[in-house]
């Protein structure tokens, strides 16, 4: 079993809904987890990031934190067409050495 | 959030050819890191480094080198490049915000041999 695991989509989404992405984790005293979009021949830029003990808002994303099912959402509200990009989960564990693990991305598609 | 410079962007070489690619940052970073990502796949870890004089591999095995000598400089090195070594290299550093180490990546290189 994968550390980070991502559903590799595509997900579509109309314009206008949330979009709602998932990334699921080992358990192995998991530190913080990032959210990084990635646009088709970009290089990742960092959304937001969350410790083990609390969700977060930014803006229009949300990053929210399921430790019972070990995983983690990013809710993306309001969807633009613009917010099409392939987004990735990172994982840093507690005995990594601040290395990220990084999931395969998942590609959200939103359509006007 | 950090400042990281990739060149070259684009590369065509040719077999056989030994290559540099730079990065550098110019924040401070203690740490940085080199990935290397096919269109449309995941990251793969290939150097990374804890500061200077320190460089350690990654996951995915590589054939290239690095170094750091200075803190703000990190390059990537092919001794002799293969088709095989066709793909984005991604260069990062990151800084510890809070509790987490948050990384901030270059534009990239992307390498093509021919």
């Known amino acids: 079993q994968k550390e980070v695991e991502q559903n590799s989509g595509p997900l579509s989404v109309p314009e206008g809904a949330i979009a709602s992405l998932n990334c699921t984790y080992s358990d192995r005293g998991s530190q913080s987890f990032f959210w990084y979009r990635q646009y088709s021949g970009k290089s990742p830029e960092l959304i937001m990031f969350i410790y083990s003990n609390g969700d977060k808002e930014d803006g229009r994303f949300t990053a929210q934190l399921n430790k019972a099912s070990q995983y983690v959402s990013l809710l993306i509200r309001d969807s633009q067409p613009s917010d099409s990009a392939t987004y990735l989960c990172?994982?840093?564990?507690?005995?990594?050495?601040?290395?990220?693990?990084w999931g395969a991305g998942t590609k959200l598609i939103i359509k006007p | 959030e950090a400042d990281i410079y990739q060149t070259p962007r684009y590369l065509v070489i040719g077999t056989g050819k030994k290559i540099t690619l730079e990065c550098s940052q110019t924040?401070?970073?203690?740490?940085m890191y080199w990935y290397q990502q096919d269109p449309g796949m995941e990251l793969h870890l290939i150097h990374y480094s804890y500061g200077v004089n320190s460089t350690e591999k990654g996951d995915l095995s590589s054939e290239s080198t690095v170094s750091r000598i200075r803190t703000e400089h990190f390059p990537l090195t092919l001794e002799s490049a293969r088709p095989s070594h066709t793909s984005q290299y991604l260069c990062?550093?990151?800084?510890?915000?809070?509790?987490?180490?948050?990384?901030?990546f270059g534009p990239g290189t992307r390498l093509t041999v021919l």
């Open positions: 990062a550093s990151s800084e510890r915000q809070g509790g987490a180490d948050t990384q901030y």
């Open positions: 990172a994982v840093n564990y507690l005995d990594s050495n601040y290395q990220l693990i």
């Open positions: 924040m401070g970073h203690d740490k």
